[in-house]
């Protein structure tokens, strides 16, 4: 079972940045897609970007211009550099990674992003 460890969530003020990392416990030659999903109270879960095995992006109109996937396959990595936050970016970020042969979905368990003054 593949497991996804996020980390480096936590409380910025408004115009501030983070990085996200999602580690996975197995090589990520597996997934074809690799992203990000947030939630935030009340709403559904939403795409916030997307980066393929072929390193396509795709980012949601609300994040373009300031956030950034990438990843790092020797360290079996996915990360995403948020700046310029805004308070509607608070929610909680979970990583995503499908298996390019099950096309199952893997999710990790979440990491907080406030951001408020």
């Known amino acids: 079972q593949v497991q996804l460890v996020e980390s480096g969530g936590g409380l910025v003020q408004p115009g501030g940045s983070l990085r996200l990392s999602c580690a996975a416990s197995e090589s990520i030659f597996r997934f074809n897609t690799m992203g990000w999903y947030r939630q935030a109270p009340g709403k559904e879960r939403e795409l916030v970007a997307v980066i393929t095995s072929g390193l396509t992006t795709n980012y949601a109109d609300s994040v373009k211009g300031r956030f950034t996937i990438s990843r790092d396959n020797a360290k079996n990595t996915v990360y995403l550099q948020m700046n310029s936050l805004k308070p509607e970016d608070t929610a909680v970020y979970y990583c995503?990674?499908?298996?390019?042969?099950?096309?199952?979905?893997?999710w990790g368990q979440g990491t907080q992003v406030t951001v408020s003054s």
């Open positions: 995503n990674c499908q298996d390019r042969i099950s096309l199952y979905n893997y």
